[in-house]
């Protein structure tokens, strides 16, 4: 997967290359800095004890079925294996995963449309707040990013260019998403939408495009189906701190979100909508 992302670079203009080396120091610069500047809180601690050195895959497993999807607990296990076990360590694992992302969205951008929008891609994932702020946390957040993104790339790349190997790293970037987060859900569902609009495009496709399609999309639907029987108990939780959304759950959201300010609020909105 890493090999077509470095291709997508090589092809690329070498002004456009410092541009992204730039941007992405920038982007490392700011993941990296003050990472340990405050202590692990309560969700962090259930990132770092449960993938102590010490534990072993079936106990990091068993876990995960109280939480999130193994993938990223077990980077994270063999990371400390291999650098140290530690909260600096810890975080510096998402921060570096959090880093990868960058070039991948370049990548994204100029797949999508050119290189400008690639790196136009990568410069706002580089100073989002968001990305920086959840890069630093120990947490599966920054690695569910780099998955989507890879994902997405692969997927575009199908539409584009109907490469086999490229259905190949779809299928393998889409599973790490699956058993990374359960939102990765939410993600391949919207994948099989898009590929449905598209199938029903007038443009003229290979007959190899469909079947390659639904290929790749079965078979990492199937790599899930050891992991369906946690997901489905978790649906039948009746009671949790989160409490149920209500109707008026993303008005109230995007209110707060916006500073609690009507003004703000509104602003936003018409950005939003123009």
Not at 26 to 37: E, N, Q, T
Not at 56 to 69: F, G, N, V, W
Not at 97 to 111: N, R, Y
Request: with cysteine; net charge positive; hydrophobic share 50%.
């Amino acid at each position: 997967m890493a090999l077509d992302t470095l291709k997508t670079l090589s092809s690329t203009s070498p002004r456009s290359k410092w541009t992204l080396l730039f941007i992405i120091l920038v982007g490392g610069f700011l993941r990296i800095y003050k990472l340990d500047s405050e202590s692990l809180w309560y969700d962090e601690l259930h990132s770092i004890i449960p993938t102590a050195p010490t534990q072993s895959l079936a106990s990091i497993i068993e876990y995960c079925k109280t939480d999130q999807p193994p993938f990223f607990f077990l980077y994270l296990h063999y990371f400390f294996k291999l650098f140290g076990y530690n909260e600096w360590i810890g975080r510096l694992a998402s921060a570096l995963v959090g880093i990868a992302a960058i070039p991948v969205m370049f990548a994204l951008g100029k797949e999508i449309q050119n290189v400008k929008t690639g790196l136009f891609a990568a410069g706002l994932t580089s100073i989002n707040y968001f990305h920086i702020y959840y890069s630093q946390e120990l947490r599966f957040y920054s690695m569910a990013f780099l998955l989507s993104a890879l994902s997405f790339f692969f997927m575009v790349r199908i539409i584009n260019r109907n490469r086999g190997l490229d259905y190949v790293f779809y299928t393998f970037s889409t599973s790490a998403l699956l058993y990374t987060h359960y939102y990765g859900v939410i993600i391949f569902v919207t994948q099989i939408v898009i590929l449905g609009v598209v199938s029903l495009l007038p443009k003229k496709r290979e007959p190899s495009f469909y079947y390659r399609s639904l290929a790749a999309g079965g078979v990492a639907a199937l790599s899930f189906i050891p992991w369906l029987p946690t997901l489905l108990q978790d649906t039948k939780i009746e009671q949790f701190w989160i409490p149920v959304p209500k109707i008026t759950f993303p008005a109230r959201y995007f209110f707060d979100y916006t500073g609690k300010d009507e003004v703000s609020a509104l602003i936003f909105g018409i950005l939003i909508l123009l």
